[in-house]
């Protein structure tokens, strides 16, 4: 358990150094940064646009509550959050910003994203 709350920080600052990135910033010929820069600048490069709904990402925050609980660590709890959120809307499509995220959990979850967000010790998914 001690080694969990002394490598959640780090993925948390490895997470949070790598999302400030600049897209043009990694090398030219890099499949994951290209693809992830692709997810989050919008829509697919078909001209459409897969972005998760409110309700969709209510359910995904709703499932993973037991896990996000059964943690037992703030920090754990935001690393986990982060990594397997991120992991979930690439594979949906755009990754949306913490402020939108923010703004379809008010509308659609506010209890469950209270909850998250309390597990996780944040005031707003902008955060992650």
């Keep these: ?8 920080p780090a993925v948390c600052l490895v997470l949070a150094a790598t999302a400030c990135t600049e897209p ?7 499949p994951t940064t290209t693809a992830a820069a ?8 078909d001209g459409g646009s897969t972005q998760v709904s409110a309700k969709e990402v209510c359910a995904y925050l709703d499932g993973q509550l037991p896990t996000l609980k059964g ?18 809307y690439e594979k949906q499509g755009p990754v949306p ?19 998250v967000l309390k597990l996780t010790g944040m005031e707003s998914f902008e955060r992650l």
Excluded: F
């Design 1 to 8: 358990m001690r080694t969990i709350r002394l490598l959640a």
């Design 24 to 30: 043009g910033a990694a090398a030219p010929d890099s």
């Design 38 to 45: 692709t997810s989050a600048a919008g829509p697919a490069p």
């Design 71 to 88: 943690i037992g660590s703030e920090t754990g709890v935001m690393a986990n959050l982060t990594v397997n959120l991120y992991s979930w």
């Design 97 to 115: 910003t913490g402020r939108q995220i923010d703004d379809q959990t008010r509308q659609e979850c506010p209890a469950t994203r209270t909850e």
